[in-house]
């Protein structure tokens, strides 16, 4: 005991200590735990560009076992089916991600073919080649595509602010694979193929777990000093 001081602390400010400790440490759990699943899947991407890719044949695929690995499939693109992902953002501009789904031996797979700048706030999608007659698509099997933030109700066409297969199928009628493919190689359509890293934000989640770690520890020391009273001070 500190000369003069004694050890005095009150029920409420002890519960009030446990309390922010305990959310300190759940959340800094969560964000280390958001930034080992990012780093995981990183490795496991660039794993997977080291390998040579599945081949997609008429079969329907399994996901559990293809996402995230490298694939290629042989087809003909179907562009009256296209639909332009909008709010898409490349280096600070806003444009959109082209869907095509690419038509393969009776069955249908959804290619995320690249990104292109929008031409002005609010105005239609600009023109896209599509590449015609059978052309071979290598690239990473995803189970969905990256969800941007819906604004109100956007509805479906050839301009949407997300794509699910499911719905997509019922509305085109087409046989889906259950994946998407984010397309890696070249193509003479002038889409930007630059994709985000699944891995990227891992210093942020690290950052905001230390700081979480932090408040923790700082809610402990608070509650031990707040809690010496001088002698005699009621």
């Not at 293809?66 to 003909?76: C, E, L, M, S």
Request: aromatic share 8%; glycine share 10%.
């Amino acid at each position: 005991m500190l000369s003069g001081y004694s050890f005095r602390p009150r029920g409420w400010a002890a519960l009030l200590a446990a309390f922010a400790c305990a959310s300190g440490i759940a959340l800094g759990n969560w964000q280390a735990g958001r930034a080992h699943e990012k780093r995981a899947l990183g490795e496991e991407r660039a794993q997977a560009m080291r390998e040579p890719p599945i081949e997609i044949s008429k079969d329907i695929v399994d996901p559990h076992t293809i996402v995230q690995k490298r694939v290629a499939v042989t087809g003909r693109f179907l562009p009256q089916h296209t639909v332009f992902l909008m709010n898409r953002l490349r280096d600070g501009r806003s444009g959109y991600e082209v869907v095509t789904p690419l038509q393969t031996n009776g069955m249908h797979v959804l290619v995320n073919r690249g990104w292109v700048a929008a031409q002005r706030p609010g105005g239609p999608p600009p023109e896209v080649p599509t590449p015609s007659g059978e052309i071979r698509v290598e690239g990473i099997a995803l189970a969905r595509l990256p969800h941007a933030l819906e604004l109100g109700n956007v509805p479906a066409g050839k301009v949407r602010q997300n794509l699910e297969l499911e719905p997509y199928g019922r509305e085109t009628g087409l046989r889906l694979q259950p994946i998407f493919i984010e397309q890696r190689s070249p193509a003479p359509d002038g889409l930007q193929r630059t994709w985000p890293r699944p891995d990227a934000g891992v210093e942020k989640h690290e950052s905001y777990a230390l700081q979480w770690y932090s408040l923790a520890g700082l809610a402990v020391v608070l509650f031990v000093v707040l809690s010496f009273k001088r002698v005699g001070t009621p």
